[in-house]
């Protein structure tokens, strides 16, 4: 078992996810770009690799089982255990349709990777990570999935009611407090993270804030000392309501 760090980073071939990937390889940590394309995983690889960081690819669809559970035996083979997980991998479909004329497909499919693929990921790599002498799960999800700011008409996003992709993001917080609950006495920690509305392909580049400032309470919970906070939604500015 390598005393190395070693973190995996689910939709890390670009924006948000390669940017933590930088940060926490530029902490010393061994990174695995998780990236359903092969072609844009390697690259992103190499790109790390260029600036001297030890970082692999690993072919993942968080979205199915037997691929989760194939980069959980390849990471049990090469490291003996996974120090963080990262559940970055997200897709917003339905920008385009309000709640009452959006498609069932359209809420499966973006349930099916933002929310269902979480819970996948955390299953498939627990053992790996309660090897570790302490492990962090990071669920990457947003200010728009916070029921308090949502139903607050002066939130600066009142007006962004996507179903599909605010209420993935609601779920994704209930299943880090769950996932929190049962792990409570273990040595892992899981928190969701807000990045906030960050320049990226999941908004057409639109967003105000950089990937470098996004990453930054990301990678701030994937590192938190013995003592840090499980269970929680945070920002860079702290607490974030639910």
């Not at 492990?135 to 179903?163: C, H, Q």
């Amino acid at each position: 078992m390598t005393t190395q760090l070693v973190s995996l980073i689910t939709g890390a071939n670009k924006g948000i996810g390669y940017e933590v990937a930088r940060q926490l390889a530029a902490l010393g940590h061994f990174i695995i770009i998780g990236a359903r394309n092969e072609t844009y995983g390697r690259q992103a690889v190499e790109r790390l690799r260029l600036d001297g960081y030890y970082a692999e690819h690993a072919l993942l669809d968080v979205t199915d089982r037997a691929s989760a559970d194939s980069a959980a035996k390849r990471i049990d083979a090469q490291f003996g255990k996974l120090d963080v997980l990262i559940n970055n991998a997200g897709i917003a479909i339905d920008a385009r349709s309000s709640p009452s004329e959006l498609g069932l497909d359209v809420l499966r499919r973006t349930f099916e990777t933002n929310t269902f693929g979480a819970v996948i990921m955390i299953q498939s790599l627990l053992p790996l990570l309660l090897r570790s002498q302490d492990a962090r799960i990071v669920n990457v999800s947003s200010g728009l999935g916070s029921l308090t700011l949502n139903s607050d008409p002066e939130y600066e996003f009142a007006a962004v009611k996507l179903l599909a992709y605010n209420s993935s993001k609601t779920a994704l917080n209930a299943v880090t407090v769950q996932f929190a609950h049962e792990l409570k006495k273990t040595n892992i920690k899981v928190n969701s993270a807000d990045p906030g509305f960050t320049a990226t392909d999941l908004n057409g580049h639109r967003g105000t804030r950089t990937v470098e400032q996004a990453a930054s309470i990301i990678v701030r919970l994937a590192t938190l000392p013995a003592s840090g906070p499980t269970g929680g939604f945070f920002d860079e500015s702290g607490p974030v309501a639910w």
